[in-house]
């Protein structure tokens, strides 16, 4: 068992930055590849991206490519993602998932994440 919890989210404004931190606690934490999602309402829930294990691989939606940078510190077992140039469509709750490479399902799916955190909202305005 993996235990996330997400920390970060606020109000900011539009060209604004944000950086969220997943903190996990269990099971080894740099066994697992490390996902961020957002969901906003009415809407499904999205990839944004991916991190893997040892941190020398990162993937990013086209959506946040650019902006968005994930990041790990396995000495912290924490993940982060820093979010520049904020704006209002990002506005959605952020998600750090768990991936411990057995589940099936494309990276970008949540399906294929093991353990999720309870969210953070991140609201940017105009």
């Known amino acids: 068992q993996v235990q996330l919890v997400e920390s970060g989210g606020k109000l900011v404004q539009a060209g604004g930055s944000l950086r969220l931190s997943c903190a996990a606690s269990?099971?080894?934490?740099?066994?697992?590849?490390m996902g961020w999602f957002r969901q906003a309402p009415g809407k499904e829930r999205e990839f944004v991206a991916r991190i893997s294990r040892s941190g020398g691989t990162t993937t990013y939606a086209d959506s946040v490519k650019g902006r968005f940078t994930i990041s790990r510190d396995n000495a912290k077992n924490t993940v982060y993602l820093q979010m520049n140039s904020l704006k209002p469509v990002d506005t959605a709750v952020y998600y750090c998932a768990a991936d411990s490479g057995f589940s099936i399902g494309d990276y970008v799916t949540p399906r294929r994440y093991d353990y999720w955190g309870q969210g953070t909202q991140v609201t940017v305005s105009s």
């Open positions: 269990g099971r080894t934490f740099q066994n697992y590849a």
